[in-house]
């Protein structure tokens, strides 16, 4: 995109202004006799002012809207105009052979443009500034008021601290060991394993050796993925690692995973000489222009076969799913700015254990003494505002706090890890504005590869991407509760489909209201059915075997009584 564009959008701009003209002035040219004063006066008198009022007002009304309306299409154009313009001149290479990769009716692939984060941009607005400084009030005074409780109760200010590192984030040093093994594996073992096979079955000519080499690095890889999975997790049974500690693992593992398959995904067809349209990493660079040199030559193949150790690095700590060998970077890293980042990642999870502790734990800590249908419905909707308050804490310190504060450290500058997914009217626009990053890896790996396989059935291909993303978030709330409690396997895979194929609203605010109902609820189910299993663990003794209370919730083995509390 050329910078004529934009000059042609701020003229447009310009004439715009310039055809709303401004309201007429004629000067008397002199001064106004008594008599003549006498009449207007008499003229006003009788005339209905409530009524001129009511049309000035919707005259002005009208004015402001069709000006508003023209302003804002101009302004889009020309910040449209200027994104695609930067992401131009900071990638010209890598975009212009991406525009040659790109087969007319498949699907695009995607695209990295330096952007801000959206909360980033909406807290220089004084008036959401303000929301987020009531948020941190509000947290000042929780820690005030449980300090206080602590002390009148306990004797000990920093009871709930202790508890929140003795039984979330104990035993540190063995999640450090697992990340750092994990992480040494993965960048030295699949990194250098790849690099042979790209090498070695470049030099074979064999059509019978390639095959033997390619089927040999698949069930090497399928061997590789199979052991990142069941290592670490055993690894958190053996050690009996608690909630917390056993969601850094498994995060990271997962994370681990993504970033592997998409490093794969990307080069191979590459490696293997396969059209560029089976992949988005089209960045490779061009032969140069005459005859090269035998080194220059060699350099440039390697290039191609496999990129550099350092771009597959700078992938594993970037704050993307999707490699690339170029990104749009930032000139500097502003250190306060990840320091602040930090910080609020800190007060978030401090934010939640003081909600869990003054909302959650009063209500589910006589489950097993008394309970029933009154005591379950109570609980469900008691959990409402806590889980959802924990809900957007959780996004908040993910989503936007950690993720920028690791592509600040990066230099990464597409912050677009989300998208003003409060604004949804129906769940179709949550799942893809929710959680970018995964979103794209789900859209680009799974989603449009199942095009190409189910020849662009649109059902099947959702259906797998639901499946897919399910079974993995059952999986994560499995180990950390040492339960097998399909509750995510089915609200979030079962009725969440069925919710996203359904519900679709045209008008804004009831669409709205409806997914923040459904929000609420959700989210209540979800933490009030969690924290009955894991108080049903502590009050309730079955006296079933360990593998029969793992395969099935304690809370339905509980003798209830026949009042309810």
């Given at each position: 995109m050329k910078m004529e564009n934009i000059d042609n959008s701020s003229l447009r701009l310009r004439r715009l202004i310039k055809d709303y003209p401004e309201p007429e002035i004629h000067e008397t040219g002199g001064s106004l006799k008594e008599a003549d004063v006498a009449s207007m006066a008499d003229n006003f008198q009788s005339f209905d002012n409530s009524a001129f009022r009511d049309k000035v007002d919707a005259i002005k009304a009208n004015y402001l809207r069709n000006l508003d309306g023209e302003f804002q299409n101009v302004i889009d154009d020309v910040v449209s105009e200027a994104r695609t313009y930067t992401h131009h001149q900071l990638n010209g290479d890598a975009v212009s052979e991406k525009k040659e990769c790109q087969v007319p009716g498949f699907a695009k692939h995607k695209v990295f443009y330096p952007q801000r984060s959206l909360l980033t941009d909406l807290f220089d607005l004084k008036h959401i500034a303000t929301i987020h400084n009531i948020f941190v009030a509000v947290l000042i005074i929780f820690t005030a008021n449980q300090m206080i409780e602590d002390i009148k109760h306990h004797g000990n200010p920093l009871i709930h601290m202790d508890f929140m590192f003795e039984q979330l984030f104990s035993k540190i040093p063995v999640v450090i060991c697992l990340w750092l093994t994990m992480h040494c594996i993965v960048v030295l073992g699949l990194y250098w394993g790849f690099h042979w096979w790209?090498?070695?079955?470049?030099?074979?000519?064999?059509?019978t050796t390639v095959r033997i080499i390619d089927y040999t690095a698949i069930t090497c890889y399928i061997v590789f993925i199979c052991c990142l999975l069941y290592v670490p997790t055993s690894y958190v049974f053996y050690y009996?690692?608690?909630?917390?500690?056993?969601?850094?693992?498994?995060?990271?593992?997962?994370?681990?995973?993504?970033?592997?398959?998409?490093?794969?995904?990307?080069?191979?067809?590459?490696?293997?000489?396969?059209?560029?349209?089976?992949?988005?990493?089209?960045?490779?660079?061009?032969?140069?222009?005459?005859?090269?040199?035998?080194?220059?030559?060699?350099?440039?193949?390697?290039?191609?076969?496999?990129?550099?150790?350092?771009?597959?690095?700078?992938?594993?700590?970037?704050?993307?799913?999707?490699?690339?060998?170029?990104?749009?970077?930032?000139?500097?890293?502003?250190?306060?700015?990840?320091?602040?980042?930090?910080?609020?990642?800190?007060?978030?999870?401090?934010y939640t254990n003081f909600i869990f502790a003054r909302f959650c734990v009063p209500i589910f800590r006589s489950f097993g003494t008394g309970s029933g249908v009154q005591f379950f419905i109570s609980s469900w909707f008691r959990s409402m505002i806590p889980a959802t308050l924990t809900f957007i804490l959780m996004?908040?310190?993910?989503?936007?706090?950690?993720?920028?504060?690791?592509?600040?450290?990066?230099?990464?500058?597409?912050?677009?890890?989300?998208?003003?997914?409060?604004?949804?009217?129906?769940?179709?626009?949550?799942?893809?504005?929710?959680?970018?990053?995964?979103?794209?890896?789900?859209?680009?790996?799974?989603?449009?590869?199942?095009?190409?396989?189910?020849?662009?059935?649109?059902?099947?291909?959702?259906?797998?991407?639901?499946?897919?993303?399910?079974?993995?978030?059952?999986?994560?709330?499995?180990?950390?509760?040492?339960?097998?409690?399909?509750?995510?396997?089915?609200l979030f895979g079962g009725v969440g489909f069925l919710f996203m194929s359904i519900f679709k609203f045209k008008q804004q605010r009831l669409g709205n209201v409806i997914f923040w109902c459904c929000v609420f609820s959700g989210n209540g189910l979800f933490l009030c059915l969690y924290s009955l299993e894991l108080f049903a663990s502590i009050n309730c003794v079955t006296g079933k075997p360990e593998w029969y209370s793992f395969l099935f919730p304690k809370m339905y083995s509980c003798r209830f009584n026949s009042t309810a509390v």
């Open positions: 790209a090498e070695t079955r470049h030099a074979l000519s064999g059509v009996d690692l608690p909630g917390g500690s056993s969601s850094i693992i498994l995060c990271e593992q997962l994370r681990l995973m993504m970033k592997t398959y998409s490093f794969i995904r990307e080069n191979a067809p590459r490696a293997m000489g396969l059209p560029c349209v089976l992949t988005a990493g089209c960045s490779a660079p061009s032969s140069p222009v005459g005859t090269p040199t035998s080194a220059s030559a060699t350099r440039a193949k390697k290039r191609v076969l496999c990129p550099d150790f350092s771009k597959f690095l700078y992938f594993m700590f970037a704050p993307t799913l999707i490699y690339r060998d170029f990104y749009p970077r930032t000139p500097y890293v502003r250190w306060r700015y990840v320091v602040s980042n930090i910080a609020q990642c800190c007060g978030c999870v401090i996004f908040f310190t993910l989503l936007h706090s950690w993720l920028n504060a690791f592509a600040e450290i990066c230099c990464f500058a597409d912050r677009g890890f989300y998208r003003d997914w409060w604004n949804s009217i129906s769940f179709s626009v949550f799942f893809r504005t929710w959680n970018v990053v995964v979103h794209d890896w789900l859209y680009n790996y799974i989603y449009l590869d199942m095009m190409i396989l189910s020849r662009n059935n649109r059902f099947l291909s959702a259906t797998m991407v639901f499946l897919i993303s399910s079974v993995f978030h059952e999986y994560v709330m499995v180990v950390i509760l040492r339960v097998f409690y399909p509750l995510m396997l089915f």
